[in-house]
């Protein structure tokens, strides 16, 4: 049977409230109450509408594993509880069946989890779309670009531990049946002034430190590079270490990651290098030097690293030296060359480090693009996710700020735009009139910043393209002029009078009031971070590069491609992307996420009130809500509503025959709600005020527990007859089977009784018969015996005088016959085995028979052993010779001898004849070998062991090459006196040689063996055989040998091998050759 499925909504089980829009009353207090409400349990997400707002828990929550992702996949929006999972199923289920391409907006400021929220929602779309293995492969793809970009581009601030210092949106491009095909990643505004400075409390990007903690030594050397980061200017040290965060594990992620996206194994290093050139340039220094003409030049003061920094990127040491001491301008056909001081130098050094880092990182994201850009030319439809820096509002705003705080302006624009746009077509879709909605429109901020004619972007182009003396000061002057009257931009210096005496606003600052709030900037810094200006002569150092990377990053430094234009500032540059990316955005359907951080401090469970508002109003979450409710506050559609609260009237319980808008329209007739509280459209019905859906809550509610109580009676009704029934129909059952045991036990007692009536009268039969046939009995046993006394009293009365002679001697040869018989039968039971070790015997029975026992043991003995000899065949016999043989030679003298006693005596240890190798060998050796065995022959001058081939035959002892088969020695059996060897547990023999013999020239051997007993055993039992002479066997652990004319003494010690248990030799002097034996 199917599993019903259980139909829920977003508002069971509510904690606070689930969706702002039924917020009531909606104030600022009772909005961050509720969103704290729902902290406090665990509840993160809230929805404005479609809108997610998502709280960073700073833990992990059990909310995200894949049975919860089977949970929302397939799922009304407002089915389930809010989640991430849900906008992410549903922007994917309209890019699937509708055909819409999706983008998906996540804004808030740093640490208030937009890169996590990101990852969830690429995790969730891969874990729902198709599955094989080109689809994987994309995903895997898609999925891997994360830890390949926040290692370049995300770094530890003060106010989150992996904040992303660019913005990124990427489109996921998907097939006609919602498989990803690939992706195309853009990025905004990389924070590249962090490479050469990072405030207090921060870190520069991930990558410098995961270089260092997780690169091999091997990549360090390559690289030039040291783990100390206290070695490097550019990386500081106060928090160069981050609880919780590993960056060696990291650091082989990112190195994994990038294998998986498609990167080779030469752009890697090439990446890895240039990251280190980066870190090298920061410890470049410089020292004033004054020259003859009194303008001041600046000098390197060490120039190793200037060295390493050539030698990693294959720059001309002289070029790039040049480049950081002199600045070449040109202007039409001239040429001007002049000198940097040391802060222009420095600059120069910075300006470089950030180009380089900036430019491979557009780099890596062109390639990653390369990887993951979709191959099949087919109609694609498109899932954007935009994850960008939030609104900063930090006490010194400079530059960077600045452009993201408008960026943010844009995004507010087009949600608010896009917001109203969808309420406005859900209104005329369904049919309800559309009223006009009062909301704040930042466009006037807009204009005021992006006016191309007197915003302050081009106020900050013109004034850097102004000739002569241009400074931050003169561009706030310009400012002061041309903006002094715009209600949103405020500064000490206008000619507006109100800000004259404003002692919050110092001279050199102007204020902007955004939509979330007024943000005061600092004009230092401004003109030079806009102008982003790296001197030509670095430009074409960076080109004249051997290396391949660092040379397609600077393709302006061709000198046949020289443009004399000055490049887009870049303030324009960023305009221009955010101008793409706001008209690329409203092409698509929208669906956003608002990121609140709920403390400064990182840790859970932690709800900062004061700063959850502060993110709340630059959100414009309460304004969100009140442009989602200025109509309608809450909009379904008539089957789900119909099913929720069809209980409430009486004429649509239990089922409604009709249509679902009919029934409502019954159902909220019956229920009396004003009709100015709802309108009716095409396919939902609208309901105006939180209050009317809260009543009909309360109303369903307590329904609910009324059927529940119905529900509860029937069934209990139900139970209780059902028992009864049971218990009826058990009794009958109980009282037949019960009447049917007492009538059986009635039988068996009656069959019982019968049974031992009848035993009793068959005994009482029986006992009777017995009776008269034992009288029988004993009247013809007493006939018998009277009879058989008689005819004895006739026999004895006859025979008495013979009886009377022979009497004893009968009697006691009889006796002794009986014992000597019963002796036997025993013997016989008890004879031990046949074996000839087995020394049982039984023991004597009579002392008697003493010596007869013992000459039986030995006679048994014999033919036992006479049994066992017969069982061998005259090659086992042989073996047992000399197996016996070498029992007498060695036992109890010889500590290696009891290991061999279990080892059969092969002799042939080499298969001379099947050997081709040993063929002339073979051939050399006319008669039966009785052992070949591979010795090491030790050397007489060193003590050094040399493999020898050791042949006995029945005249001669032959040693022959192991490699080549060669015969060195030749030693008739004659020759041989005397075998001498250690009482130890080794292999080492001495063969002593006749004096004068020929084979005695260089003196006597000595060989090493793992067959000892048996080649000392087989040697003396031929030199028997052959010479009829003992060979004289010498055990001892000090014996001499004859080496050529000297006489050396081979002594054995027990010593710690290096080498395990092998014994080792070795030549002390001229007189002694040591043997290390374990």
């Not at 705080?405 to 624009?413: A, D, F, G, M, T």
């Not at 591979?934 to 192991?962: E, H, P, S, Y």
Request: with cysteine.
């Amino acid at each position: 049977m199917a599993k019903m499925e259980v139909k829920t909504s977003l508002l069971d089980n509510m904690i606070g409230v689930g969706d702002m829009v039924l917020l009531e009353p909606l104030t600022e207090e009772s909005f961050i109450d509720n969103l704290k409400q729902r902290f406090d349990h665990s509840e993160i997400y809230t929805y404005i509408g479609s809108v997610v707002i998502s709280i960073n828990p700073y833990r992990l929550l059990p909310i995200y594993s894949p049975e919860k992702v089977e949970e929302y996949r397939n799922r009304n929006f407002y089915e389930l509880r809010p989640h991430i999972f849900a906008l992410s199923d549903e922007a994917y289920r309209s890019l699937r069946d509708q055909d819409k391409d999706q983008c998906i907006l996540i804004t808030g400021e740093s640490g208030a989890g937009k890169t996590e929220a990101s990852k969830l929602v690429m995790s969730y779309v891969a874990a729902v779309c198709g599955k094989g293995a080109e689809v994987n492969q994309v995903k895997e793809q898609l999925l891997q670009s994360n830890p390949v970009l926040e290692a370049f581009g995300n770094a530890k601030t003060v106010r989150n531990d992996n904040s992303s210092r660019f913005g990124k949106y990427m489109d996921i491009e998907f097939d006609f049946k919602g498989d990803p095909l690939g992706g195309v990643i853009s990025n905004y505004l990389l924070e590249k002034s962090r490479v050469v400075k990072q405030p207090r409390g921060e870190r520069n990007f991930h990558i410098f430190y995961q270089i260092l903690s997780g690169g091999s030594e091997d990549l360090l050397k390559k690289l030039k590079l040291e783990r100390d980061f206290s070695r490097y200017n550019y990386l500081s040290l106060d928090s160069a270490k981050v609880n919780g965060v590993d960056d060696a594990a990291n650091f082989r992620t990112v190195r994994n990651a990038m294998q998986i996206v498609g990167f080779m194994d030469h752009e890697t290093q090439s990446v890895f290098e240039v990251v280190a050139a980066v870190l090298k340039l920061g410890n470049i220094e410089f020292k004033p030097e004054s020259r003859v003409n009194g303008l001041d030049e600046s000098k390197i003061k060490d120039k190793n690293e200037l060295k390493e920094i050539c030698e990693l990127t294959g720059i001309d040491q002289s070029v790039l030296e040049r480049a950081f001491s002199f600045r070449t301008v040109e202007a039409k056909q001239e040429k001007v060359s002049t000198t940097l001081n040391v802060s222009q130098a420095y600059y120069a050094r910075d300006a470089l480090a950030k180009n380089l880092y900036s430019r491979l990182f557009s780099w890596l994201v062109t390639r990653i693009n390369e990887s993951i850009k979709a191959q099949m030319k087919v109609r694609k439809k498109v899932m954007g996710v935009l994850d960008i820096y939030g609104f900063e509002i930090f006490e010194d705003n400079s530059f960077e700020q600045f452009i993201i705080n408008y960026c943010n302006e844009k995004l507010q624009q087009i949600f608010i735009e896009l917001t109203l746009k969808e309420e406005q077509e859900e209104y005329i879709r369904e049919g309800i009139e559309w009223t006009h909605i009062e909301y704040f429109n930042n466009a006037v901020i807009c204009d005021l910043i992006e006016n191309n004619q007197n915003g302050i972007l081009a106020m900050l182009d013109e004034e850097c393209l102004r000739p002569g003396a241009v400074t931050d000061d003169t561009f706030l002057e310009k400012l002061n002029q041309v903006c002094a009257t715009h209600q949103h931009f405020e500064s000490r210096m206008s000619k507006c009078s109100r800000f004259l005496n404003d002692t919050s606003l110092p001279h050199c600052c102007f204020r902007i009031q955004h939509y979330a709030g007024k943000v005061m900037y600092q004009v230092e810094g401004f003109v030079d971070k806009n102008n982003d200006l790296l001197y030509r002569d670095l430009s074409q150092a960076m080109w004249r590069a051997n290396h391949s990377l660092i040379k397609a990053l600077f393709p302006e430094g061709n000198p046949a491609k020289i443009n004399l234009k000055r490049p887009p500032t870049a303030g324009s540059q960023f305009k221009a992307s955010v101008a793409t990316l706001m008209k690329n955005l409203q092409t698509k359907n929208p669906n956003y996420i608002r990121c609140i951080k709920p403390n400064d401090k990182k840790a859970a469970h932690i709800f900062n009130e004061a700063l959850v508002c502060h993110q709340v109003r630059y959100l414009g979450l309460l304004e969100n809500v009140r442009v989602r409710r200025a109509g309608y506050a809450f909009r379904q559609p008539y089957e789900p509503c119909l099913e929720r609260y069809k209980m409430l009237c009486k004429q649509t319980w239990p089922h409604w025959r009709g249509p679902a808008r009919a029934g409502v329209e019954v159902l909220f007739s019956e229920l009396e709600v004003p009709e100015e509280e709802y309108s009716l459209g095409r396919s939902k019905i609208f309901i105006r005020n939180p209050r009317t859906l809260f009543k009909l809550e309360d109303l369903r509610k307590q329904r609910l527990e009324d059927l529940a109580t119905l529900i509860q009676k029937i069934y209990r009704g139900w139970k209780c007859r059902t028992r009864f029934l049971l218990m009826k129909s058990s009794q009958i059952v109980i009282a037949a089977w019960y009447r049917r045991y007492a009538q059986q036990k009635k039988y068996q007692q009656i069959k019982s009784s019968a049974i031992v009536v009848q035993s009793y009268i068959r005994g009482w039969k029986a006992r009777k018969l017995l009776r008269e046939l034992k009288h029988q009995k004993r009247c013809q046993e007493a006939v018998t015996t009277i009879a058989a006394y008689w005819h004895g009293a006739q026999v004895r009365r006859e025979y008495r005088k013979f009886f009377r002679a022979n009497a004893g001697r009968k009697i006691y040869e009889f006796i002794l016959q009986k014992i000597m018989q019963k002796y036997f039968l025993e013997m016989r039971n008890k004879m031990p085995s046949l074996s000839p070790i087995d020394k049982n015997w039984p023991a004597r029975p009579y002392l008697f028979l003493d010596s007869t026992h013992k000459e039986l043991k030995r006679i048994f003995h014999l033919w036992r052993c006479k049994k066992y000899r017969d069982q061998f065949t005259d090659q086992k016999k042989l073996v047992y010779e000399e197996k016996l043989e070498a029992s007498e030679l060695f036992k109890d003298k010889k500590a290696l001898y009891p290991a061999s006693v279990g080892q059969p005596f092969q002799g042939a240890y080499l298969e001379i004849s099947k050997n081709p190798k040993y063929k002339k060998l073979k051939d050399a050796v006319e008669e039966k070998i009785i052992i070949a065995e591979v010795v090491n022959k030790i050397n007489r001058a060193n003590g050094k062991c040399t493999a020898r081939i050791f042949l006995l035959t029945k005249n001669n002892v032959l040693l022959a090459d192991q490699k080549s088969g060669h015969i060195k020695s030749e030693v008739p059996l004659g020759d041989v006196t005397k075998v001498s060897m250690s009482s130890q547990n080794d292999g080492f023999f001495a063969v002593h040689l006749k004096e004068g013999s020929g084979a005695a020239g260089k003196g006597d051997f000595l060989f090493s063996s793992d067959h000892l007993i048996e080649m000392a055993t087989k040697l003396y039992r031929t030199t028997l055989s052959q010479t009829k002479q003992k060979l004289n066997i010498e055990i001892s652990d000090e014996f001499l040998v004859q080496f050529r004319q000297d006489k050396v003494c081979v002594k054995f010690v027990r010593g710690n091998q290096k080498n395990g248990n092998v014994p080792t030799c070795k030549r002390k002097n001229n007189r002694l050759l040591e043997v290390a034996v374990p």
